[in-house]
């Protein structure tokens, strides 16, 4: 492995913290780096409630990598159908271009290969996770409300295949969809 291979790889996965999400902290976006490190950190807290053995660091590598491909495809918000046609396809490119300088290139896209077709129970924790995330960030964006497109609808119909994979999820879920709903915040 070159340094410089290293240094190019690193410099670009960095600017997944530029990478603005359509939820809100504070006054400005969160990033898709927050976004990840937040669901690595409700991963680490709710996999000790989850009734079967997983993997804890196969978890964490499904989170760290699964939004990485925002760097260049951006984040396709699921509220916004033209977004979303060209969500996998853009997503695609990002990945053959991360993969053209990482230094383990094949092991990031097993990584990714397994997140997206949730190949794993461990995938499948995670995307659930993921779903999670969102609705804990929702609840904490003071500027979220139930006129922005997400409706309780769209999100039960975008997260329940997922969050009911684990009885934790589908129980957390439940809780912040029932919090959001009376805040008026979908």
């Not at 937040?38 to 009734?51: E, K, Q």
């Not at 309780?152 to 934790?168: A, D, G, N």
Request: contains cysteine; charged residues 35%; aromatic residues 8%.
């Amino acid at each position: 492995m070159e340094i410089e291979q290293l240094i190019t790889s690193l410099t670009e996965l960095e600017k997944l913290k530029t990478v603005e999400r359509g939820l809100n902290v504070g006054a400005r976006k969160e990033s898709s780096a927050e976004h990840s490190w937040s669901c690595l950190l409700i991963a680490d807290l709710v996999i000790d409630y989850v009734n079967e053995p997983l993997d804890r660091l196969k978890v964490f590598e499904y989170l760290l990598y699964h939004d990485v491909v925002e760097v260049y495809a951006g984040d396709a918000k699921f509220n916004n159908p033209e977004e979303m046609k060209l969500k996998v396809e853009k997503e695609e490119k990002a990945m053959k271009k991360i993969s053209s300088f990482l230094p383990n290139s094949s092991r990031f896209q097993k990584i990714m290969n397994e997140y997206e077709h949730r190949k794993t129970r461990e995938s499948e924790f995670a995307k659930a996770i993921d779903c999670i995330d969102s609705c804990i960030r929702n609840l904490n964006d003071e500027n979220a409300s139930n006129k922005d497109g997400f409706t309780e609808s769209l999100i039960r119909s975008k997260y329940e295949p997922h969050v009911s994979k684990f009885t934790i999820t589908q129980e957390l879920f439940e809780t912040l969809m029932e919090k959001l709903v009376e805040l008026e915040k979908v």
